[in-house]
Nanobody
Framework: QVQLVESGGGLVQPGGSLRLSCAASGSFVSIYNMGWYRQAPGKQRELVATITRSSSTNSADSVKGRFTISRDNAKNTVYLRMNSLKPEDTAVYYC???????????????WGQGTQVTVSS
């Protein structure tokens, strides 16, 4: 199985920065696409940014120019650098990854437990 553990959330003032990390652990052959999603109170979970194994990225219009996703394949870790944070960025941020547990299985999708990001003065 695959476990995704996020870290780096917290309370930050508007205009501030945070870096989220998500490390994949467990027994698997390979990690493919990784990404970050977020869910604010009373809203649906939404995509923030994704990154392929070869580091091609995609991000939501609301975070373009402010958030940067990156990954370290050797560490099976994905990062989200968040700059110029706004109160509307407040949400629980979830890590997501596609992973192949064995060579004979198709990749499965996994979620982390989430980390709270609060942007407030």
């Amino acid at each position: 199985q695959v476990q995704l553990v996020e870290s780096g959330g917290g309370l930050v003032q508007p205009g501030g920065s945070l870096r989220l990390s998500c490390a994949a652990s467990g027994s698997f052959v390979s990690i493919y696409n990784m990404g970050w999603y977020r869910q604010a109170p009373g809203k649906q979970r939404e995509l923030v940014a994704t990154i392929t194994r070869s580091s091609s990225t995609n991000s939501a219009d609301s975070v373009k120019g402010r958030f940067t996703i990156s990954r370290d394949n050797a560490k099976n870790t994905v990062y989200l650098r968040m700059n110029s944070l706004k109160p509307e960025d407040t949400a629980v941020y979830y890590c997501n990854a596609d992973a192949r547990v064995t060579l004979f299985q198709t990749p499965q999708n996994y979620w982390g437990q989430g980390t709270q990001v609060t942007v407030s003065s």
